[in-house]
C-alpha cells in the first residue's frame, strides 16, 4: 500500500482522482475510534546505544525492535500495536513517533543549460579540470546498473537495503523492473555516450526501493545511515511523498546529514502547479529541495479555427516532432480506444486522459491512420507524460479545461487546426511542486534545475525522462564540481553558492509558461497574494532560481542562509529580524550593499548600510521588516532581497506570513489491503492537526451517506496510520469516500473512490 506516494519521475500511469475542498458539511454523530497494529520510527533526545535502547523496550513485551539509527536519527524502529507504541511514545526520552510509510521514485542540452560545460574549462586548486574527480555521491534510489558502459568508470560500490546485501542492481523481474536509480545516476556522473553533470565522479548505489519502485521509510532511513557511515560527499534522493511536513523522519535525517558535513539533495516532487504541493524529503530544512524547470525545447501551439487563444500542447516523451506543415481537421477520439477511432484519419484527435494508457493511446491512433493526438487531462492542470516507446506521430498534452472548450466546439461544428512550434525555455514545469512548507513556512524548493527531456541512462540503453527526479541530480553533479573546487566549503556554502547565484525565472507576460499556459490561482488565504502580472515566479515557486554552477563555482562572495522567513505575524512585535552571514571568498576587497526593496504599503524595510570586507572576512548583517497589521493586508509577502557585492548582484529570497494561511488542513489520503491477509489499512497527513477527524462514506451513484469508516476528535498533527480486519468492517464495496479535518473554522477534505473488498 503507498499513502499517495507517487514517482517523482513524471509517468503516464493511471492515477485516483483526488481534490482538495474547502467546505462544511452537517456531519452524523462522531463515534470513538479503534486501532490495531503499525510499525513505527521512534527518535529519540539523545544517542543510545543498543543495549539503552533494549532496555528502554523492555516493559513492552509485544513490541519488536527491527532497526537501530545512530547516525540518520537517534532512534529505531519497531513494530507493534498502535496501543503500546502510543505508550512508548510518552517515555521522557522519546521525541517522537511517525508510523512508516512508503516511499515511491518518483544530458548534454541540460548540462550546457546550467552552465556544466563552462565549469568544465575552470581548474580547481590541484589545477585538475572540474569533473567531479575525487568527490563521492550516494545515489539513494532504486539501484543502479553499474554494467551500462556508461557508468562502469563511475560506479564504486554500494549497498541493497532491500534485500540486505550488497548488489545493489535494479530490479530486473518481468512486470517489476526499474530504471529509475539508473537514469539519476547518468544524469550525476555518466561517463560514455552520455556525459553527466561530474563525469568523474564517484556514484555510489543504495537500492532502497525495491520492485516496482516501492520502498518505505525504515530502508529509506537504513540507506542514509548507511551513507553517512560511508563518508560519501553528496546524497541525492529522488523519491519522496505527497506530505509538506518538515516533521517526517527522512526530512529530519537529511538534516542530520547535513550537520555531518554531507550535502544533501532531495527533488520538491511532482504535483505542481498548485501551491502547498512540495513534499517530504523536499521539505527538509537543510538540504537542498530541487524543483524543475524547461530546458529550450520546442512547444507546440495549436490555432484553431473560431478560437481567439492558441493551444499549448506539452509533448509527451517518446513523441515524434510536431512538424506539421498544414492545418488538419480536429477530431474527438473519446479515449483513444480503438471502437472509438472512427474515421480519424489524417487528423488530429482529441482524447480524454485515463482507462488506457499513453502508449496505447497512441498506437491506437497510429495504427487507425490519425496524423497527431492531443490528451486533455482528467483533473484541473496541465501534466507532461511519458510513452513507454518511441511512437512516429506527435502526441502532447492539453489541460483538463481545453479539452472540454474543445469538445463543446467540436459538438456544434468541423474545427481545423494548424500547428506553430514556439522555441521557449527556463519557465518552471507545470508538475514541479511549490511551497511554502506548512508550519515552518520555509520558501522550498531552494532551487530549480532542467527536468524535461532529460535523455540518460537506463538498463540496456538510454531514455528521456522528465520529473524533478531528473532535476535533482543536475543540482547534485553541480555540487560534485563545486566540492572539487572547493574541498573546504561546507554543505552550508555549497547551497549557499548555488542559490546566490540562481537565475530568477521570469513569467511570461500572459501567463506562468511564457505567456502560453493560463494564470495560476494561488490559494494561500483568502486573497491572491499578489498580482499575477508579478515579473518573476514566486520565491516558493522557484526558490532563488535555476542553478548557474560555472558562476557557483567563480563566486567571490557568500551569503548564508539562501533564503530567509520572517515567520509570522504576533501582537507581541511587529518588528521581524533576519541576520545573514556575508563572506568574503575572493582574494582582494569587496564592497557590498543592499538595495531597498520596492515599497509595499504597510511594509518598513531596515537595511544595513553599506560595508567592505577583505579577503577571508565575514559579517554578520541585521535586515529588518517592520509590519503595521492595519494597513498591510495581504496574508503573504515574498520577493527578493538584492546585494550588491562588488561586480555580482545576489538575489536572496525571502518570504513573509502576516497570519496563517489557508494551507490544507489533509493531505496525502490512500486507502488499500493491509500487509496480513483479510486486512486493511488507510494512511493520511494532517499538517496541523484537527479538532475533527474522519473518513465518511457515500453511495458513489447517488451520494447517498452509508456511514463512517472512522472518526476521531482532537487528532495531533502529523501521519496517522491505521488498520482494520475486513471481519470488523460493517461495510463492503466500493465507495466514495470525503476525508475530513477540521480546525481554527477551516475545514478540507479529500474525495476519492475506494473498495472494501468481501462476499
Excluded at 560511508?230 to 537529511?254: E, T
Aim: one cysteine or more.
Amino acid at each position: 500500500m503507498k499513502l499517495l506516494l507517487a514517482f517523482i519521475l513524471a509517468l503516464q500511469t493511471s492515477i485516483t482522482l483526488t481534490t482538495t475542498h474547502t467546505r462544511s458539511l452537517n456531519h452524523p454523530p462522531i463515534p470513538k475510534t479503534s486501532t490495531e497494529k503499525t510499525v513505527a520510527i521512534v527518535m529519540l533526545d539523545q544517542p543510545q546505544s543498543e543495549q539503552e535502547i533494549k532496555q528502554l523496550l523492555q516493559p513492552y513485551k509485544n513490541i519488536k525492535l527491527r532497526r537501530i539509527f545512530q547516525e540518520a536519527l537517534n532512534g529505531f524502529s519497531v513494530e507493534g500495536s498502535p496501543e503500546l507504541i502510543d505508550q512508548l511514545a510518552k517515555q521522557a526520552t522519546v521525541t517522537h513517533v511517525s508510523p512508516v510509510s512508503e516511499y515511491r521514485v518518483e544530458t548534454e542540452e541540460s548540462v550546457k543549460i546550467i552552465g556544466g560545460h563552462g565549469a568544465r574549462g575552470i581548474f580547481s586548486k590541484k589545477n585538475e579540470r572540474l569533473t567531479g574527480k575525487g568527490v563521492t555521491v550516494a545515489v539513494i534510489d532504486t539501484g543502479v546498473d553499474y554494467t551500462h558502459p556508461d557508468l562502469r568508470r563511475s560506479y564504486g560500490g554500494g549497498h541493497d537495503l532491500v534485500d540486505n546485501d550488497d548488489d545493489p542492481m535494479e530490479t530486473l523481474t518481468a512486470g517489476h523492473a526499474t530504471i529509475h536509480g539508473t537514469h539519476v545516476a547518468g544524469i550525476i556522473a555518466g561517463n560514455g555516450k552520455i556525459m553527466g553533470v561530474a563525469p568523474e565522479a564517484k556514484i555510489l548505489a543504495y537500492r532502497a526501493l525495491g520492485p516496482g519502485g516501492g520502498g518505505t521509510t525504515e530502508q529509506v532511513l537504513a540507506a542514509i545511515e548507511q551513507a553517512i557511515k560511508d563518508k560519501v560527499d553528496i546524497m541525492n534522493l529522488s523519491l519522496g511523498n505527497s506530505i509538506n511536513g518538515p516533521d517526517l523522519p527522512i526530512s529530519q535525517a537529511l538534516d542530520n546529514a547535513v550537520d555531518k558535513g554531507i550535502v544533501a539533495v532531495a527533488a520538491s516532487g511532482n504535483s505542481g502547479p498548485n501551491v502547498w504541493t512540495v513534499g517530504s524529503p523536499g521539505t527538509s530544512t537543510k538540504a537542498i529541495s530541487v524543483g524543475a524547470s524547461t530546458p529550450t525545447m520546442g512547444i507546440p501551439h495549436l490555432l484553431i479555427e473560431g478560437i481567439r487563444e492558441p493551444v499549448v500542447v506539452q509533448p509527451m516523451e517518446g513523441s515524434a516532432e510536431w512538424n506539421l506543415d498544414r492545418s488538419l481537421q480536429l477530431v474527438d477520439g473519446g479515449f483513444g480506444k480503438r471502437t472509438e477511432l472512427k474515421n480519424v484519419q489524417g487528423k488530429i484527435v482529441l482524447m480524454k486522459r485515463g482507462q488506457i494508457t499513453f502508449q496505447e493511446k497512441a498506437e491506437n491512433a497510429r495504427e487507425a491512420g490519425a496524423r497527431a493526438v492531443i490528451v486533455a487531462n482528467n483533473m484541473s492542470g496541465s501534466f507532461i507524460g511519458n510513452l513507454d516507446s518511441s511512437t512516429d506521430i506527435p502526441i502532447g498534452a492539453i489541460t483538463k479545461r481545453e479539452g472540454e472548450i474543445l469538445r463543446k466546439e467540436l459538438k456544434a461544428k468541423e474545427l481545423g487546426a494548424r500547428v506553430t512550434v514556439k522555441e521557449e525555455r527556463d519557465r518552471m514545469a507545470d508538475f514541479s511542486s511549490r511551497g511554502p512548507v506548512t508550519e515552518t513556512w520555509e520558501i522550498k524548493p531552494d532551487l530549480v534545475a532542467p527536468g524535461v527531456a532529460i535523455n540518460s541512462t537506463v538498463p540496456g540503453g538510454y531514455l528521456s525522462l522528465q520529473g524533478t527526479s531528473m532535476a535533482a541530480p543536475h543540482v547534485a553533479g553541480a555540487c560534485a564540481l563545486i566540492k572539487q573546487a572547493h574541498p573546504d566549503w561546507s554543505p552550508e556554502q555549497i547551497k549557499a553558492a548555488l542559490m546566490n547565484t540562481a537565475k530568477p525565472l521570469v513569467k511570461g507576460e500572459a501567463g506562468t509558461n511564457g505567456g502560453s499556459s493560463p494564470k495560476i490561482k494561488i490559494d494561500l488565504g483568502k486573497k491572491d497574494p499578489a498580482p499575477t502580472s508579478a515579473p518573476y515566479y514566486r520565491t516558493y515557486e522557484q526558490g532563488a532560481g535555476r542553478i548557474q554552477v560555472d558562476e557557483a563555482i567563480k563566486t567571490q562572495s557568500l551569503v548564508t542562509p539562501g533564503s530567509i522567513r520572517f515567520g509570522k505575524f504576533t501582537d507581541s512585535s511587529n518588528v521581524h529580524t533576519a541576520v545573514l552571514q556575508v563572506e568574503n571568498v575572493g582574494g582582494k576587497p569587496q564592497r557590498y550593499s543592499f538595495e531597498v526593496p520596492q515599497h509595499v504599503a504597510g511594509l518598513e524595510w531596515r537595511m544595513p548600510l553599506s560595508f567592505t570586507l577583505g579577503p577571508g572576512e565575514t559579517r554578520d548583517v541585521k535586515v529588518e521588516l517592520a509590519v503595521d497589521p492595519m494597513v498591510f493586508k495581504e496574508k503573504i509577502h515574498d520577493g527578493f532581497l538584492k546585494l550588491q557585492a562588488g561586480s555580482e548582484t545576489i538575489h536572496v529570497p525571502f518570504l513573509y506570513v502576516l497570519e496563517e494561511p489557508g494551507y490544507p488542513r489533509i493531505m496525502g489520503f490512500d486507502f488499500g489491503e493491509g500487509d496480513q491477509p483479510g486486512t486493511y489499512r488507510y494512511e493520511v497527513y494532517v499538517p496541523g492537526g484537527a479538532e475533527e477527524f474522519g473518513i465518511a462514506l457515500f453511495n458513489p451513484n447517488d451520494y447517498r451517506f452509508i456511514g463512517y469508516l472512522d472518526t476521531s476528535t482532537n487528532v495531533r498533527k502529523g501521519l496517522i496510520q491505521k488498520e482494520f480486519n475486513e471481519a470488523d468492517l460493517p461495510y463492503k464495496g466500493t465507495f466514495l469516500a470525503k476525508v475530513f479535518a477540521k480546525k481554527a473554522g477551516k475545514e478540507d477534505f479529500i474525495e476519492t473512490m475506494i473498495f472494501i473488498g468481501g462476499p
